[in-house]
């Protein structure tokens, strides 16, 4: 199937063309009378069709044949004719195989192919005169689905790629039992054509084997005929205690190596194999088709150039069945060997430009749009308004399992798509909506914006919604998604070392009754935590708030601390809804945590805290700083309205403007052995609700150098409660203390207390 003879198949034709302009103007006056009078030889230079005039002015055939010019026959009287005539057209009647054919005395090579040349006992050979679309049928194709169809459709494509026509196919099953060899040519199907596999188990090829430079197929429906075979599978190896399962003799319904192919208003259905697969291609683009019952991949492209798959449907992908065959012993999905299928993919995109738009996929089992590359391109990937379910109680593959999986990808766009998640087996282990994975280069942007994730009905808890696995070069933007997760991670950010990240304008519910979070950053190891780092202005929910476990809207967590160095993090203008945010910590440049509202608390661990810690404008219950070692270096607690906050281990810090409402103690600094850096307590409001509660404790139970500790301007509100002190001094140093200044106290049963 090489270039040179499509090129030369190409010039042949127009030498041709160009010697069939005046004939075609002339014989088309005369209609079909001119083709009697080219055939008796009135008109030199017989041409290969015939150019019919307007129908008014046509002659019939019966007319024709009055006048003794035409002749009804069959293939198999013109194939024993002996006696042929150069002056007659004849009429084959076969169905299916209707049409006109003329005697060249001058042909004495040509095959008999069937549709266009009938070759006779005696070397006759007869040729088809038609204008317009080439019909399989003429090559005696039964479309039956009992007969061989085989090396008929072979004939008639054979044609078709001489001459760079396209092929037609009638409604009608054609059985073929090994590959259809297509090369730059158009095949277009009707209403019910379909191309069936032969065969069984064991006999493996693709229907249709594409070459040149460009394919279309149009209307066709290709069945692997797999409901009525025998499924087998190879056993690969166990996995995580499963035993893991890929097919033998696999095949596909189209393997394309063309240029450029075309997919129009396709069905693939019952596919030991994969629906498409393509490799090499310039550009492949399918457009309104179904893949239904595929056993591994519905479209599968590789290194390709160009891939656009639209307004497709995709059903049943990859899903193992209740009972197959494994290298020839019976298997039982639901016994007690937990059996997993490691693909079943929707569209696997290996391309430097993907495109995967508008369309639905219904139970796959693996992923159901993949980007990815594992040679030097650099790709590009938008995935945008398709429609995702997870339905199928055989869902199960630990490769891991996801909805949208990029990797190795330079850009994405991930917008507008819909996903939701009702069932899957119990049994598996990894599940997500969403999975952005590492890739290698040193400049990458991914936008996931608009889109709808549901599993708050999944019949199990999962891995997380969306997974961002960052690289140092990454810039990645995740806003305007709706969430509604029953996972441990609403949002999982993996070796959060991204240049940039912005997570913004979020509406995150997760609906996990178990230790959770909406949103959560972790750092392997001890390389560099994001650049820049932007939480901001999402709605956060927590199904669970219990105290018993660990349920956090946003969790900066990891089993080592995190290196922050030169990182800046923002988390602001959230809606916690009653949640709390978490961070354990090293090292962190400076971060920023403001006007967020409804938060539960805010809880900050690490080895050494933030070079600079901004805590501003926040509804919050409680604040706990609390660094394991070392300090934070400096703190700025200001305008924030809070119940009571904890402090230990910070160098210098400012706790100035805040409304604070406590049970308990207002603001609390175990500061040692720090409480000799800088402390600026002023201007606070504390008001005081229950009795032995306490404003400000300052606890010195090491007896630091407290003289650089300020306590001034603070107003203290006692309400009468019994018990109640306004400022509590803990220290062995009676001489090195705090300076108290210009504080109000009202109703307040002990002012300062000293010990």
Known sequence: MGKHKVESAESHNQEQEKGLISRRKLLASLGMAGVALASSGLIAGLPTKAYAASPDNRAKVKDLMNQNLVVTTTVAALRANTQPAAELVYFVKDSGMEGMFYYNAADTSTQDNTGTVLVSTSGARFKRIFDGPVHVKWFGTKGDGATDDTASIQNALAYCEDNRCPLHFASGTYLITASLLIESIDIVGSPGTVIKKGGDHTAAFHLFLCGGESVTIQNVIFDGNRDSLQSHWRFKGDQFDFKTVNIINNYAAIKSYAGNTLIDNCLFRNIHGDGYFGEGNHTVFIRESRFENIAQNAVWTWNCKNVHVHDCHFHDIGILPEQFYVE????????????????????????????????????????????????????????????????????????????????????????????????????????????????????????????????????????????????????????????????????????????????????????????????????????????????????????????????????????????????????????????????????????????????????????????????????????????????????????????????????????????????????????????????????????????????????????????????????????????????????????????????????????????
């Open 328 to 755: 020839g012993a019976a298997a039982s999905f639901s016994g007690t060997d937990k059996w997993n299928h490691e693909y079943g993919d929707g569209v696997y995109c290996f391309a430097e430009k993907g495109t995967v738009a508008n369309n639905s996929f219904i139970n796959i089992n693996r992923i159901a749009i993949v980007g990815e590359r594992f040679t030097a391109i650099e790709p590009e990937m938008t995935v945008s308004g398709n429609v995702i379910e997870h339905n199928h109680p055989r869902l199960r593959c630990n490769n891991p399992a996801s909805s949208m999986w990029m990797e190795h990808v330079k850009k994405a766009t991930i917008t507008g798509n819909t996903s939701r998640f009702i069932q899957r087996d119990v049994h598996e282990l990894i599940v997500s909506d969403i999975t952005l994975a590492v890739n290698p280069f040193e400049r990458s942007e991914y936008t996931v914006t608009g889109n709808i994730s549901d599993s708050s009905g999944f019949n199990r808890a999962h891995a997380s919604s969306y997974v961002v696995w960052t690289t140092p070069g990454m810039s990645c933007t995740i806003s305007g998604n709706i969430i509604r997760s029953k996972s441990d991670q609403g949002i999982l950010i993996g070796n959060a070392n991204a240049n940039n990240l912005i997570i913004s304008n979020n509406d995150i519910i997760n609906f996990n009754t178990e230790p959770s979070a909406c949103i959560k950053l972790v750092q392997g190891g001890t390389g560099p935590f994001c650049k820049n780092l932007i939480i901001k202005d999402n709605t956060l929910k927590q199904a669970s708030h219990s105290d018993q476990g660990k349920f956090y809207s946003v969790a900066f967590a990891h089993n080592d601390p995190i290196d922050l160095t030169d990182a800046s993090a923002m988390v602001s203008g959230n809606n916690f809804n009653g949640g709390k945010l978490y961070i354990a910590a090293s090292a962190i440049e400076a971060l920023s945590i403001e006007a967020n509202r409804n938060m539960e608390l805010i809880e900050m661990r690490g080895q050494d805290g933030a070079n600079k810690l901004i805590i501003h404008d926040n509804d919050v219950n409680d604040i706990v700083l609390n660094p394991l070692t070392g300090s934070n270096k400096n703190a700025f607690i200001t305008n924030n309205y809070f119940k009571s906050m904890y402090v230990n281990g910070i160098d210098d810090i400012f706790i100035q403007n805040n409304l604070i409402r406590t049970s308990s103690n207002g603001i609390y600094i175990q500061n040692w052995p720090y409480l000799n850096h800088l402390i600026r307590i002023v201007g606070n409001t504390i008001d005081l609700l229950e009795p032995f509660a306490k404003g400000i404790y300052l606890d010195n139970v090491n007896g630091e150098d407290a003289r650089m500790t300020v306590v001034c301007q603070n107003v203290l509100l006692g309400n009468d409660k019994a018990s109640t002190v306004g400022i509590k001094w803990s220290s062995p140093d009676t001489v090195n203390t705090p300076l108290f200044s210009s504080n109000i106290f009202d109703r307040v049963a002990a002012e300062v207390e000293r010990y």
